[in-house]
């Protein structure tokens, strides 16, 4: 079984699961699993089912006029890996 560790956990909230589990008769470990089970249910439920009907803001905003300029030179249309393109541009400086 996978282990899970949070660092940095806040000593307020950690108090209040303390107080959590001993009211629900379980171990902070216990109450921890049940607590994010039932999150992630609810998180399940609200997802929505449908795909939206109407577009995206970002798959119908605008290209900039550069970005379409850059498009007509033939930017982006290469197979060439993008770190090295940015490593050859920081090294002409």
């Not at 001993?22 to 049940?34: D, K, N």
Request: positive net charge; charged residues 30%; aromatic residues 8%.
């Amino acid at each position: 079984m996978p282990t899970l560790v949070i660092k940095s956990f806040p000593a307020k909230l950690h108090t209040k699961l303390k107080r959590t589990a001993v009211a629900h008769r379980r171990s902070v470990t216990q109450e921890t699993m049940y607590l994010l089970e039932k999150a992630l249910e609810a998180e399940e439920q609200q997802r929505p089912t449908t795909v939206r009907e109407e577009p995206s803001y970002w798959g119908t905003r605008a290209f900039t006029p550069a970005y379409l300029r850059a498009l007509k030179k033939g930017a982006f249309s290469g197979t060439e890996d993008s770190s090295e393109g940015i490593s050859n541009e920081r090294d002409m400086r």
